[in-house]
């Protein structure tokens, strides 16, 4: 079945730390983006990639970076420059024209 | 710029009809998703509406007025697996990138 996969599910991260979520789709989408989402709140843009090698900052995009080496990749890292990493982060794609974005199950980044 | 606007929470008891509202002021639009999300899950697909009028699809429907910038998503005889949070999500004008807002979603709460 296709569909979109984050890795790992929990993960924890020490004081100054960078940590890298995973995201990978078999879809055969092009653009994929994530997402952070905190309680009470919608979800907000960090990063998008339109194409591979491509990417584009989103909304808070500050403490973190991307790569999209691949078309069924997407990685995630949040460096220790994010100063308030633990939220819930999700990450999609979407394939051509009106079609909905496909979500992963997310990553719950915590700090320890 | 995009805002959206949807109750915090509501509550509703099981078997009845709720109907959750969203309204928006953007600078283009192109189309309004909604979305379901359990705690701690991916939020999965719903309706999508691009042009005015009611778009019915099983226990669930989704309504758009372009010109006064609402929608609403119909929920009738509701189960406890409704209990969830609805995101409702605007698409920018075609023509540029596909990154769509969300609200910050309303939390539905259904009781016995």
């Known amino acids: 079945d296709g569909g979109i996969t984050q890795s790992p599910k929990y993960l924890f991260r020490k004081e100054g730390q960078n940590v890298t979520l995973s995201c990978e789709q078999n879809?055969?989408?092009?653009?994929m983006y994530w997402y952070r989402q905190d309680p009470g709140q919608g979800l907000r843009l960090i990063y998008y990639s339109q194409i591979v090698n491509d990417f584009q900052k989103g909304d808070i995009a500050e403490g973190y970076s991307v790569s999209r080496e691949k078309k069924e990749s997407f990685p995630l890292t949040v460096t220790s420059a994010q100063k308030n990493p633990t939220a819930f982060y999700l990450c999609a794609s979407k394939g051509y024209g009106n079609q909905p974005q496909h979500f992963g199950d997310g990553t719950r980044l915590s700090i320890l | 710029g995009q805002n959206i606007d949807q109750p915090t929470e509501m509550t509703a008891t099981e078997g009845a009809i709720v109907q959750i509202n969203c309204t928006y002021q953007?600078?283009?639009?192109?189309?309004l998703f909604w979305y379901q999300q359990h705690a701690g899950e991916a939020p999965t697909f719903l309706s999508y509406?691009?042009?005015?009028g009611l778009e019915e699809k099983g226990r669930f429907s989704s309504f758009l007025s372009r010109s006064k910038g609402y929608s609403y998503l119909l929920l009738k005889e509701l189960q406890m697996k409704d209990s969830a949070s609805y995101l409702c999500?605007?698409?920018?004008?075609?023509?540029?990138?596909?990154?769509?807002?969300f609200g910050r979603g309303t939390s539905l709460i259904v009781h016995p």
């Open positions: 953007t600078s283009g639009f192109n189309g």
């Open positions: 999500a605007v698409r920018p004008q075609s023509g540029g990138s596909y990154i769509p807002t």
């Open positions: 879809l055969n989408h092009d653009a």
């Open positions: 509406n691009v042009l005015d």
